[in-house]
C-alpha cells in the first residue's frame, strides 16, 4: 500500500512540472532605433507684470530691413548764380606819340613814292588805347593807284603800303597779268576803335591804331577786279598773283593775314605793323 501512494505522489510532481508557469513573462518586440540626442530645453520667456508671455523677436536675418529713405532736403532758397566773371582784360597802352625824327622821315619819303595824303588832327581815341597822335588819310598810295575809300593811318602804315604797291603789286602784275594796270586798293577798314576781330573782349586791334589796314578788292583798268578769297587751289594767273603778292607783303609788313588764314579773315587782305619782340613776323 505505502509503494502505490509513493507511486501516486511522484506521478503527480511530474505532472505539475509538465505545465507552463501562467505568469511567466514575454519578451517585447525591438523598437527601432530612435535618435538620442538630447533636445535643447528653450530657456524660459520673461513674464510681463500682467502675466502675459512677451512676443518673441523673429530671428536675425529672416526678416528683410526696409531701405531707409534719407530725409528731404530743407528746402532754401537757391543762391543767386553768380555772375561769370569776364577775363581780364590786358593792360592797354595810352596813344603814343610818334618820334619826330622818324615821323619826318616817314612823311618825306611819302611824297617821295608819290602819295597823295593829308595830315589830321590828333585822334584821343573813344577809350583807352585807341586813337592815334599824328594821323593821315591816305587817298592816293602811289601815282595811278589809289585807296578808295580814303584810309584814316599812321605814317608808318601808310609808308609801308606804298613801299609794297610799288615794289611787289605793279611788278607782279605786269608778269601775271600782262595788259592790266592796277589802278584801285578796296579799302575795307583802316583807323577804328575796335578789340581784335572785332571781339567784346581781348586785346586792342591794330586798327584802333591806326596801323592796319584791310584790303578787300584791286581794280584794274581793265576787266574785273580781284577779289581777295582764299585762293591757294586756284591754278589761274589771278590765283598765282594773289599768292605772290600776299606773300611778299611780309617783307613791308609785321602782321600779314591772307583771305582764308583763319575764319575772321575769308574776304580780305588784313596788313599790320605791329612791332614784336625780336623782330618776329607773323605771315599767313
Known amino acids: 500500500m505505502l509503494h502505490r501512494l509513493m ?9 505539475a512540472a509538465s505545465q507552463p508557469p501562467q505568469d511567466v513573462p514575454v519578451p517585447q518586440p525591438k523598437p527601432e532605433q530612435q535618435d538620442t540626442t538630447p533636445t535643447p530645453t528653450p530657456a524660459p520667456a520673461e513674464t510681463k507684470k500682467d502675466g502675459q508671455q512677451p512676443a518673441q523677436p523673429p530671428a ?15 528746402k532754401t ?3 543767386k548764380k553768380e555772375e561769370e566773371k569776364k577775363p ?3 593792360p592797354r597802352e595810352p596813344v603814343k606819340a610818334e618820334n619826330p625824327e622818324e615821323l619826318k622821315a616817314c612823311l618825306s619819303e611819302l611824297k617821295e613814292l608819290g602819295a597823295e595824303f593829308k595830315e589830321l588832327p590828333p585822334i584821343p581815341g573813344e577809350e583807352d588805347g585807341c586813337g592815334i597822335a599824328s594821323p593821315m588819310e591816305l587817298s ?3 601815282p595811278g593807284i589809289k585807296l578808295e575809300p580814303e584810309g584814316t593811318m599812321r605814317c608808318e602804315a601808310a609808308l609801308a603800303l606804298s613801299r609794297w604797291t610799288k615794289n611787289v603789286v605793279v611788278p607782279t602784275a605786269k608778269i601775271a597779268l600782262p595788259g592790266k594796270n592796277v589802278t584801285a586798293f578796296g579799302n575795307a577798314s583802316t583807323y577804328v576803335c575796335r578789340n581784335r576781330n572785332s571781339a567784346e573782349t581781348g586785346k586792342i586791334s591794330e586798327h584802333a591804331k ?11 583798268d581793265k576787266g574785273e577786279p580781284l577779289v581777295m578769297k582764299p585762293r ?18 611780309c617783307l613791308f609788313f609785321r602782321t600779314v593775314l591772307s583771305p582764308g588764314s583763319d575764319a575772321t579773315h575769308q574776304d580780305h587782305l588784313h596788313l599790320d605793323v605791329l612791332e614784336r619782340k625780336g623782330g618776329y613776323l607773323y605771315c599767313r
Open 232 to 249: 591757294g587751289e586756284d591754278g589761274t594767273m589771278e590765283g598765282a598773283f594773289q599768292r605772290t603778292i600776299t606773300t611778299a607783303a
Open 88 to 90: 581780364e582784360e590786358p
Open 77 to 79: 532758397d537757391e543762391p
Open 140 to 142: 592816293t598810295v602811289i
Open 7 to 15: 507511486i501516486v505522489a511522484a506521478s503527480a510532481l511530474l505532472i
Open 60 to 74: 536675425e536675418n529672416t526678416v528683410p530691413k526696409p531701405e531707409e529713405k534719407p530725409a528731404p532736403a530743407a
Open 210 to 220: 591806326g596801323s592796319a589796314v584791310d584790303i578787300a578788292t584791286m581794280t584794274f
